[in-house]
Nanobody, 120 residues
Framework: QLQLVESGGGLVQPGGSLTLSCVAS????????IAWFRQAPGKEREGVSC????????NYDDSVKGRFTASRDNAKNTVYLQMNNLKPEDTGVYYC?????????????WGNGTLVTVSS
């Protein structure tokens, strides 16, 4: 079974930057679509980004376009979410997810999340 572990969350002031990491283990191929989701308390989980299995193309939610960059390093078994110009509305628990088929809310593998708090 593929296992995902996120790290890098914390407290950051508005306008600051933060990079999240997600380390994968137990995989049998390198052809997983990788997604980042986030969820604030009392709100529904929302998709942030989706990177295809090659790592060459990514799609982003309109709320983060131009500010967030998703990437993957298969040699290190790690995916990243570089977050710049953070806003208070970016606050939430961030999850990475993987699936061989694509990005959607029912993806096969999920991490346990890491909390990002954007506040002054």
């Amino acid at each position: 079974q593929l296992q995902l572990v996120e790290s890098g969350g914390g407290l950051v002031q508005p306008g600051g930057s933060l990079t999240l990491s997600c380390v994968a283990s137990g995989f049998t191929s390198g052809y997983y679509h990788i997604a980042w989701f986030r969820q604030a308390p009392g709100k529904e989980r929302e998709g942030v980004s989706c990177t295809d299995h090659s790592g060459s193309r990514s799609n982003y939610d309109d709320s983060v376009k131009g500010r967030f960059t998703a990437s993957r390093d298969n040699a290190k078994n790690t995916v990243y979410l570089q977050m710049n110009n953070l806003k208070p509305e970016d606050t939430g628990v961030y999850y990475c997810a993987a699936d061989e088929t694509g990005c959607y809310y029912g993806m096969a593998y999920w991490g346990n999340g890491t909390l990002v708090t954007v506040s002054s």
